[in-house]
């Protein structure tokens, strides 16, 4: 066997052993084409026709990584291992290619011929065209900048192979002073001039702040100082930016782009002039705005990996009341059979060939089950002022070869015609098969398609208007790589592939409006779009400190991008539990965010246990005040809802966040930036946190205005820092002094 795939896995960030690199080769550059082949084969030759004559090329022997990377411990661990081990192939590198020039090649080889350095041409791949590209000057108008965007004349660029414009190249002036915030969920500044970034969806997993990568990228952005403005670059390609940081005074862009060579108006960047709240509005009148969720997403939101029974749920509901810590939503994750992922695992059913949807009244749940009861355990959660989210992934599981429903699911998703598809060996569409390291071949359903998301989600239906389940954790948002995919709607993977998770999360919102519920989902995926679906969370973490400090990164660069209900795994998810600091610190910080919840990642239920629940931390820490500290937290939370229930509509009605940066509200005050991890919950309430361990005191550096801390009822002017005594359950919050009278209760235990 002699493989080569020209476009690769489709990884952003990776380079496989087999592709072309680039996929689309510069004249004048490198290229490197590999292959991977089978244990026989010893020598493989590149014979490669520049349209003239056919040159052979002998490969050298390679062994890199093909995809992946190390990660520590997890449910993702094995998976990405397995995909990160090192695969043996053959590879050349060619540095002659002209532009505008096509070529042709393929691979020959096989066992090495005793006695020659030739190989037995015993196996060949077809033969593969490519066409060398070139940078050019283009006319300005080839980016359709709106004026404000300050287009500086002459710096249109872009990438021609001849036929086609596959890139452009743009920039922007940026002004001394001028602050670069949003461009989605960031991990890793609030201001990025001075930084290069990119904007495609990617599961990271974990050490996003290090990494610089997301799963939630728009190529959107605030420029705070000097005259204010902001900018989308209006594709749903990758889009990559450099803030400054070759050239100062320029923001640079270049996207993907896909056009006659002869075209014009190749990208379009909009400029939106005004304040902070002003370019928000403006961009979310473009892109889709929010719609407020019932009160209940406002409260406590419980989950962990090992709930995996309908024993455990109540076990842990129970503790919350137990305790004294109330909660209003519980989020099920290990729910299903694991299998086709709308089915509670245990059921006794038929099976039906057709796939068609079933009710309520097609299941049997034996006693002994995981799950012996469901609905009767969704009503009494109701009964207790409790809501249930369930977990949903968006692909057909293929490993092991799948039997029973999901068999007859998959024979059915290919008989409609609702898959995702992508070209086969012999040039001819076949579903695509998920190159990711979770779920590897799956399926994936088209759910960008009106039709396709209908045949998934009614699969889904009898969960919600039977059972009474009251939103989903759409998760795994970013499987769609590659942009040779082809669409429904004939669109390829390189423009289709960001919007997947956007369209995801619609078609379940889609699914609890047509069953008379609240759109209610959470995602960690997404992209330009997303801010009118559902509510999200940062992803996968450990529990450090450093990780800590991420999330609220991210939470503010997404909040200042126009997602409104944002949260993320309290104090972290995955690894050894986090400290009592730690876990105090981040949930006192939580109690005033968006979305309010912890999480826990599957441990294979070995003891002692790292779920993150209140009692676990305490039990494993030894600490006592842990009990004590987040119940104060969550009760104080509970008496913030109708706040936030308010602020919510003013944000939405406004155009804004309820969750911002600063610099919304006071864009030119320089000071503010020396402390980015500050926000504004609402018009009224300032948040500082704590965010560095062992800390006994902490700075908050104030706006104008008059405030009063909310935990001590000090008054205190604002321009200046505030200096205050922080114990671990306490976040510094500030209160406007003409809203304290009115907001003192929620602070009043």
């Known amino acids: 066997m002699i493989r080569h795939s020209p476009f690769g896995s489709g990884h952003p960030y990776s380079v496989d052993t087999d592709q072309r690199d680039p996929v689309d080769p510069v004249a004048g550059e490198p290229l490197t084409l590999g292959v991977r082949t089978s244990a026989e084969v010893d020598t493989v030759v590149l014979e490669w026709d520049d349209g003239g004559t056919v040159h052979e090329h002998p490969l050298a022997r390679t062994e890199r990584k093909s995809r992946g990377q190390s990660v520590d411990g997890g449910h993702l661990a094995s998976a990405q291992a397995r995909l990160a081990r090192a695969a043996r192939g053959f590879a050349v590198t060619l540095t002659d290619l002209e532009p505008h020039r096509a070529y042709r090649y393929r691979f020959v080889g096989g066992p090495e011929v005793a006695g020659s350095a030739k190989a037995a041409a015993s196996q060949r791949t077809r033969w593969f065209t490519v066409r060398g590209a070139a940078w050019r000057s283009a006319p300005d108008d080839a980016v359709a900048a709106d004026a404000q965007a300050g287009l500086v004349p002459g710096s249109v660029e872009v990438l021609d192979d001849g036929e086609r414009v596959l890139r452009v190249r743009a920039a922007l002036a940026l002004a001394p002073g001028e602050r670069v915030a949003g461009f989605?969920?960031?991990?890793?500044?609030?201001?990025?001039?001075?930084?290069?970034?990119?904007?495609?969806?990617?599961?990271?997993?974990?050490?996003?702040?290090?990494?610089?990568?997301?799963?939630?990228?728009?190529?959107?952005?605030?420029?705070?100082?000097?005259?204010?403005?902001?900018?989308?670059?209006?594709?749903?390609?990758?889009?990559?930016?450099?803030?400054?940081?070759?050239?100062?005074?320029?923001?640079?862009?270049?996207?993907?782009?896909?056009?006659?060579?002869?075209?014009?108006?190749?990208?379009?960047?909009?400029?939106?002039?005004?304040?902070?709240?002003?370019?928000?509005?403006?961009?979310?009148?473009?892109?889709?705005?929010?719609?407020?969720?019932?009160?209940?997403?406002?409260?406590?939101?419980?989950?962990?990996?090992?709930?995996?029974?309908?024993?455990?749920?109540?076990?842990?509901?129970?503790?919350?009341?137990?305790?004294?810590?109330?909660?209003?939503?519980?989020?099920?994750?290990a729910w299903s059979d694991e299998s086709t992922f709308h089915i509670w695992r245990d059921a006794q059913y038929t099976p039906r060939e057709d796939a068609g949807p079933m009710r309520l009244a097609d299941f049997t749940f034996p006693a002994e089950g995981a799950w012996p009861d469901p609905k009767g355990m969704v009503d009494e959660l109701h009964d207790r002022d409790v809501r249930l989210v369930l977990w949903q992934i968006p692909l057909l599981k293929m490993r092991p070869h799948p039997r029973g429903q999901l068999r007859h699911d998959a024979d059915a998703a290919r008989a409609a015609g609702v898959l995702i598809r992508e070209p086969g060996p012999d040039g001819r569409l076949r579903p695509y098969r998920?190159?990711?390291?979770?779920?590897?071949?799956?399926?994936?359903?088209?759910?960008?398609?009106?039709?396709?998301?209908?045949?998934?989600?009614?699969?889904?239906?009898?969960?919600?208007?039977e059972l009474g389940v009251d939103g989903f954790k759409t998760d795994g948002g970013e499987h769609a790589w590659g942009r040779e995919l082809v669409y429904l709607d004939g669109r390829r993977g390189?423009?289709?592939?960001?919007?997947?998770?956007?369209?995801?999360?619609?078609?379940?919102?889609?699914?609890?409006?047509?069953?008379?519920?609240?759109?209610?989902?959470?995602?960690?995926?997404?992209?330009?779009?997303?801010?009118?679906?559902?509510?999200?969370?940062?992803?996968?973490?450990?529990?450090?400190?450093?990780?800590?400090?991420?999330?609220?990164?991210?939470?503010?660069?997404?909040?200042?991008?126009?997602?409104?209900?944002?949260?993320?795994?309290?104090?972290?998810?995955?690894?050894?539990?986090?400290?009592?600091?730690?876990?105090?610190?981040?949930?006192?910080?939580?109690?005033?965010?968006?979305?309010?919840?912890?999480?826990?990642?599957?441990?294979?239920?070995?003891?002692?246990?790292?779920?993150?629940?209140?009692?676990?931390?305490?039990?494993?820490?030894?600490?006592?005040?842990?009990?004590?500290?987040?119940?104060?937290?969550?009760?104080?939370?509970?008496?913030?809802?109708?706040?936030?229930?308010?602020?919510?509509?003013?944000?939405?009605?406004?155009?804004?966040?309820?969750?911002?940066?600063?610099?919304f509200d006071w864009p030119d005050d320089e000071?503010?930036?020396?402390?980015?991890?500050?926000?504004?919950?609402?018009?009224?309430?300032l948040v500082s946190p704590v965010t560095e361990e062992g800390a006994t005191a902490h700075t908050a550096t104030l706006p104008a205005g008059e405030w009063v801390h909310a935990f001590s009822g000090e008054k205190v002017s604002g321009g200046a820092t505030h200096t205050t005594e922080v114990p671990w359950d306490e976040v510094p919050v500030y209160v406007r002094a003409d809203s304290w009278p009115r907001l003192r209760a929620v602070f009043t235990e």
């Open 434 to 465: 998920n190159r990711g390291w979770w779920f590897p071949l799956g399926l994936m359903p088209d759910l960008t398609d009106e039709r396709a998301a209908q045949w998934w989600t009614e699969k889904r239906r009898y969960l919600v208007d």
């Open 671 to 685: 000071r503010l930036w020396n402390q980015p991890l500050q926000w504004m919950l609402g018009r009224d309430i």
């Open 184 to 333: 989605g969920e960031r991990f890793d500044a609030l201001d990025h001039r001075g930084a290069e970034l990119d904007s495609v969806v990617f599961e990271q997993y974990k050490s996003q702040g290090a990494e610089r990568k997301t799963y939630l990228p728009m190529p959107f952005a605030h420029v705070v100082g000097g005259r204010g403005w902001g900018f989308h670059v209006r594709t749903s390609r990758r889009v990559w930016f450099d803030v400054g940081a070759s050239t100062p005074d320029r923001l640079v862009i270049e996207a993907e782009v896909d056009a006659p060579s002869d075209g014009a108006g190749v990208l379009e960047v909009a400029a939106y002039s005004g304040t902070p709240h002003e370019v928000l509005d403006a961009f979310l009148g473009e892109v889709g705005r929010p719609e407020q969720m019932p009160d209940w997403v406002l409260r406590l939101w419980a989950s962990g990996n090992e709930w995996n029974t309908q024993a455990e749920v109540m076990r842990q509901a129970d503790a919350h009341r137990e305790h004294g810590i109330p909660v209003g939503s519980i989020v099920i994750e």
């Open 494 to 663: 390189d423009e289709g592939n960001n919007t997947f998770p956007v369209a995801y999360a619609k078609a379940y919102g889609d699914l609890l409006r047509r069953c008379g519920k609240a759109p209610v989902t959470f995602s960690r995926a997404g992209f330009t779009g997303s801010q009118a679906h559902g509510a999200f969370w940062a992803g996968d973490e450990n529990s450090t400190w450093e990780a800590f400090r991420w999330s609220l990164y991210a939470g503010l660069s997404a909040t200042a991008s126009g997602i409104l209900y944002w949260g993320w795994d309290v104090a972290g998810f995955s690894g050894e539990i986090p400290t009592a600091e730690l876990y105090l610190r981040s949930m006192a910080a939580a109690a005033f965010v968006p979305i309010m919840q912890y999480h826990s990642e599957f441990n294979h239920h070995r003891s002692p246990s790292r779920d993150r629940t209140p009692w676990n931390i305490a039990e494993r820490t030894g600490e006592s005040q842990v009990l004590p500290g987040v119940r104060r937290l969550v009760q104080l939370r509970e008496r913030l809802v109708p706040y936030l229930s308010g602020e919510t509509a003013w944000a939405i009605g406004s155009g804004t966040s309820l969750m911002r940066p600063l610099f």
